[in-house]
């Protein structure tokens, strides 16, 4: 049965739904109730902070596992057999409906959803603002981990969610593309350097990832009318093909759920991002404004 839930749900829709299942199945009703067993709770946060509070029933998935480590590229997707693993241990079914969501304001909650969508899994949602927002609402919590029912689980990958290095430099002049620099101010101008050069894709623009988290409201999504006024002003459009990236695209895990928020329908990330790019010296870049 359909979970009711759109891609962002708030803490307290999550939680009206799960308490709306839970009365139902207690008082035994005929009707049949949303039925929550469809659910699939990932919690991406750290391991500490989901020891100490995590919404109940939700399943630990240690994001260090999300990808493949493999230097430069390291935030490129682990091997099919890895995620089949992966999406099989927590009990992953073409059925379930994943609500994701992490302690750092949807970093590697979005990067779980680009993986959802690599492998075609199209039911899915992030918890707005993550646990911080659940316990600013003064939802109930739990600290017993939970585990999943392993599953069957067979992938194969989808192209589109994804762009390459090869891909970015064939485009690299197309003027229909937009490179959307989630990294901070300091990297992107290359006066902070973490690979071996420091800058940015030529033509790349630049909004860094947590411009869109409202820090008072325990970063929740701002207003999405604000943030697409601001991303227009930098050349970020619907009417685009955008390319979103950070140093392992774990921040633009962020960025590219915004954008899918946003109704960008032609939306792709960059796995090698600049662990790749900057590491490659046969790449263009760019530094300063």
Known sequence: M??????????QEL???????????????????????????LDLSQPQTYGKAHIPGAIHLPF??????IKPAVGTLPSIERLEQIFSQIGLTPDKHVIAYDDEGGGWAGRLIWMLDMIGHPHYSYLDGGIHAWLGDKLPT??????????DVSITLKQNPSADKAFILEHLNDPNMVIWDARSKEEYLG???????????PGAKHYEWTTAMDKNRQ??????????QEL?????????????????????????????????????????SWSEWGNDEATP???GN
Request: aromatic fraction near 4%; hydrophobic fraction near 35%.
């Open 285 to 287: 870049i760019d530094s």
């Open 219 to 228: 970063l929740r999504i701002r207003d999405l009318e604000e943030i697409r």
């Open 64 to 69: 260090g596992g999300l990808n493949s480590g």
């Open 232 to 272: 227009a002003e930098e050349g970020i459009t619907s009417d685009k093909l955008i390319v979103t990236h950070c140093q392992t695209h774990h921040r633009s895990g962020f960025t590219y759920l915004l954008g899918k928020v946003l109704g960008f329908e032609n939306i792709k990330a960059y796995p090698g």
């Open 142 to 151: 739990e600290q017993t981990p939970n585990s999943g029912q392993a599953t």
């Open 191 to 201: 006066s902070r350097v973490v690979a071996q050069r420091g800058g940015h894709i």
């Open 15 to 41: 939680h009206q739904f799960l308490d709306k299942n839970q009365l139902l199945d207690k008082n035994q009703l005929l009707e049949q109730p949303m039925d929550k067993s469809n659910l699939l709770i």
């Open 2 to 11: 359909t979970v009711p839930l759109g891609l962002v749900v708030s803490p």
